[in-house]
């Protein structure tokens, strides 16, 4: 068969269910790192942007996504890393930003916010910044004041 | 070859100010803030790679990333002299941290404008990230600046002792020049007007003092540096000065 023949649509499906490696609640497609995902002849070439620049997932999220598309029988898999236009947490999906929620992560705010971030396990707007970076880069560390357990923050971005 | 020592200077700014930060690790004065720094640290890691690579590319010799950071000698390294000070305590770091945010924040600024695709690409990303490391390092200046007796004598003389290495931050020379001309770099010497502005904004709010000091130290951009980055270098090279080409 030749792989080419496999619409790209499929390969986004594929894709879907590629897990961002330290967030694995959420898919390399709801996080919006995969931009682009095309047929060069017989080669597919899919485009991706890291979240920040210096994040350490981005090497094993490549190798991930290229074994996922090898293991469904696709031959040939160029992977290029796109800077601009800068990834922005606007690009994660609704599906993406209710699982994180569902697992104890705030999604990013819809608007340039540091207080009163949603509290995912009460839902309280009563919350604060513990720290402005949590234990990844895209997250920071926050305290509900009605619950009063700590949980992590997508940072908007 | 200026655009090749423009990409460096702007990598080994963000290398060695990375490497700097990394040293804070586990000894950070309490764990949110041992994580933050090195998160900053990561961030500019992560932008050195792209700067780094970039000028291997455009020098055209093979060479990459890792080989501008581990193989050139301090004399070959381009960065500012300010971010090769060391750490000292938590409020000397947040000193340089401030200084040199508040203008990396302007220069990048100015970058997104770059007739240069990759300058442009790259500086838009950084500038997202050093957006939030001049923010929480403007946080620290004010707390510290205005906190204690203590904190406030501590975070001054920090910032006299750092002030003479500022001035290297507007210097124009000829490579700045020409990267101006060819509309891939800015004009360093118009950042100093808006930069003063922020750092008297912020001091005031902080309650610190503009150092009366007008004497600045010069030198890192063309390779003249203090005798503290050829420790950094030693720590940052040895496995790979030990053990050519090793790899993990």
Known sequence: ???????????????????????????????????????????????????????????????DIRDALVAHGIAKVRLITQLSPAWTTDWISAK????????????????????????????????EVVSRFGSTPCKAIYKCRACLEPFDAFKRH | MSRFEYLLRLGDNALILSQRLGEWCGHGPALEEDIAITNVALDLLGQARNWLTYAGEVEGRGRDEDQLAFLRDAGEYRNVLLVEHPNGDFGQTMARQFLFDSWHHLLLDKLTGSTDERVRGIAEKSLKEVTYHLRRSTDWIVRLGDGTEESHARVQSAIDGLWMFTGELFEVDAVEEEMQRAGIGCDLAALRGPWMSNVERVFTEATLKIPKQTWMQRGGKRGVHTEKLGYILAEMQFLQRAYPGAQW
């Open chain 1, 1 to 63: 068969m030749v792989s080419s023949a496999i619409a790209t649509e499929q390969i986004w499906k594929w894709l879907e269910e590629v897990p961002d490696p330290e967030i694995p609640v959420i898919s390399v497609v709801d996080l919006g790192i995969v931009r682009n995902v095309v047929w060069n002849g017989d080669e597919l070439i899919v485009t991706v942007t890291p979240t920040y620049s210096g994040c350490p997932a981005t090497e094993v999220i490549a190798r």
């Open chain 1, 96 to 127: 993406g930003r209710e699982n994180l929620r569902e697992y104890g992560i705030a999604p990013p705010a819809e608007l340039i916010q540091i207080e009163n971030i949603i509290c995912p396990h009460c839902g309280s707007t009563s919350t």
